[in-house]
């Protein structure tokens, strides 16, 4: 699977929308990009994912850049319980039987009020 | 419609012991894997089961084991607990098909001493 790079942290005003980069330069055509959080100590909970159409649910937003090297995931009124990791994954569609899941160190949001 | 539940959630083991965690996926899913958590290594896959049949497993030594019954429901165990086993052991359930997406439990945090 293709490494992502995300920020470490980041800051958001609450009620602000947050906009959380992800670079996946080496991401191949068989590749979605998955996003998770995790609040501190509960287990990871799935966002959103695509693979180069931009994807809406009712948590929040993905946009694909049109040559699929890098995404941002936008959460469109952050509040103080969105603050938690932030991971950005990409898995290759041959493998999503496959749950060898791992999550690099992601970004940590922290909502402020 | 319930989570994925983990039992016990916490758990203080001395060296030497050995330890089963158990899981109950959400109702309908069939593909229930196993992930360790630690601050250094971050998260790591350590099994999946499908079906009462283990499909993948991580790079783990032959303590580390697991099992899924009919219901779906899954255990896993580990043998001569020692001190590096410390970590929060997630359980994740999915449907299965071309979705890939993960719904992971709280977790059952083992402190080995």
């Known amino acids: 699977d293709a490494k992502t790079t995300q920020?470490?942290?980041m800051d958001?005003?609450?009620?602000?929308?947050?906009n959380l980069p992800c670079n996946h330069s080496?991401?191949?055509?068989?590749?979605?990009?998955y996003w998770y959080r995790q609040i501190h100590s509960q287990g990871p909970q799935y966002i959103i994912h695509g693979l180069k159409n931009n994807e809406t649910n009712e948590m929040a937003s993905l946009i694909i850049t049109e040559d699929r090297k890098s995404s941002t995931l936008i959460l469109p009124h952050a509040t103080l319980r969105d603050t938690a990791v932030y991971y950005c994954i990409v898995r290759a569609l041959r493998l999503l039987n496959d749950y060898k899941l791992s999550?690099?160190?992601?970004?940590?949001?922290?909502?402020?009020a | 419609k319930a989570g994925v539940t983990q039992t016990p959630r916490y758990?203080?083991?001395?060296?030497?012991?050995?330890?089963?965690?158990?899981c109950s996926p959400i109702s309908g899913h069939r593909s229930v894997s196993w992930y360790q958590q630690t601050p250094g290594q971050g998260l790591q896959f350590l099994f999946e089961y499908?079906?009462?049949?283990?499909?993948?497993k991580g790079n783990f030594p032959g303590r580390f084991s697991g099992r899924q019954f009919s219901n779906s429901r899954s255990e896993m165990n580990v043998s001569t607990l020692e001190l590096g086993d410390s970590a929060l052991?997630?359980?994740?359930?999915s449907p299965g098909g071309d979705t890939g997406e993960l719904?992971?439990?709280?977790?059952?945090?083992?402190t080995v001493l």
Not at chain 2, 50 to 56: G, H, L
Not at chain 2, 103 to 110: I, P, Y
Request: a positive charge; one cysteine or more; glycine letters at 12%.
């Open chain 2, 89 to 93: 052991y997630l359980c994740a359930s």
């Open chain 1, 12 to 18: 958001c005003a609450e009620g602000r929308a947050a």
């Open chain 1, 103 to 112: 999550f690099g160190a992601g970004t940590t949001v922290t909502v402020r």
């Open chain 2, 103 to 110: 719904f992971f439990g709280e977790g059952s945090r083992l």
């Open chain 1, 26 to 33: 080496t991401i191949s055509g068989n590749e979605y990009v």
């Open chain 2, 11 to 22: 758990l203080i083991k001395t060296r030497g012991q050995q330890v089963t965690l158990s």
């Open chain 1, 7 to 9: 920020p470490p942290s």
């Open chain 2, 50 to 56: 499908f079906s009462e049949t283990q499909r993948n």
